[in-house]
């Protein structure tokens, strides 16, 4: 029961923004949106998470769309660290908390 | 320094021999799980635990067994290994800000070969 899909790969230029993105077209009420990276065999990174109002840090930044079917993360200027699989994931609430759905995630290559 | 530790980090055992993957978190986390992770199939979840003595199957709890005696230790274990479950085991820990999980902290992976 796949709650999020996302492309297989990308691919992005050095220095160009990297945009991802994400359907969650079943997202229900409270469910926030999350994104996570892995670096080759590395454990998963936290990157951003939302709910409902986009999103900024250090890292990203999260657009997700009025009626919260779909985000996107955006890595502004990317660079060859960038380069991992991304992971858009829904995180359950109320009975299915704890329930995280990892998908296959978004092969990202960042090229120079 | 917060983290999540594993142990072993690598493994190589045979079909049946019962082994125990560890995980330890220095966080006071309530939540810990644990994910495997195959080529092609990305991370699956196979059990989490939302505190001491609570747990529950993810999407592939077949074949492995967990305990939470502690808040900080949540071993994997593996009661009569198959060479199914050679993978790569992630342990995760976060804490609960009220309904909903935290940002997960990953170990650093246990490299699973069962022969």
């Known amino acids: 029961d796949a709650k999020t899909t996302q492309p297989t790969s990308m691919d992005c230029a050095e220095g160009r923004a990297a945009n991802l993105p994400c359907n969650h077209s079943?997202?229900?009420?409270?469910?926030?949106v999350y994104w996570y990276r892995q670096i080759h065999s590395q454990g998963p990174q936290y990157i951003i998470h939302?709910?409902?109002n986009n999103e900024t840090n250090e890292m990203a930044s999260l657009i997700i769309t009025e009626d919260r079917k779909s985000s996107t993360l955006i890595l502004p200027h990317a660079t060859l660290r960038d380069t991992a699989v991304y992971y858009c994931i829904v995180a359950g609430r109320g009975s299915t908390l704890g329930r995280l759905y990892f998908g296959r995630g978004t092969q990202l290559t960042v090229w120079p | 320094e917060a983290q999540v530790t594993q142990n072993p980090r690598y493994l190589i055992t045979v079909t049946g021999k019962k082994l125990t993957v560890t995980c330890s978190q220095n966080m006071n986390h309530e939540y810990m799980s644990w994910y495997r992770q195959d080529p092609g199939l990305g991370l699956r979840q196979i059990y989490y635990?939302?505190?001491?003595?609570?747990?529950d199957k993810g999407d592939v709890p077949e074949g492995y067994k967990v305990s939470r005696k502690e808040k900080r230790n949540f071993p994997l274990i593996l009661e009569s290994p198959s060479p199914n479950q050679t993978s790569l085991y992630f342990c995760?820990?976060?804490?609960?800000?009220?309904?909903?999980?935290?940002?997960?902290?990953f170990g650093p992976g246990t490299r699973l070969t069962v022969l």
């Open positions: 635990s939302m505190n001491v003595e609570v747990t």
């Open positions: 939302g709910l409902k």
């Open positions: 079943t997202i229900s009420g409270n469910e926030y």
């Open positions: 995760a820990s976060s804490a609960l800000a009220g309904s909903r999980t935290d940002t997960q902290y």
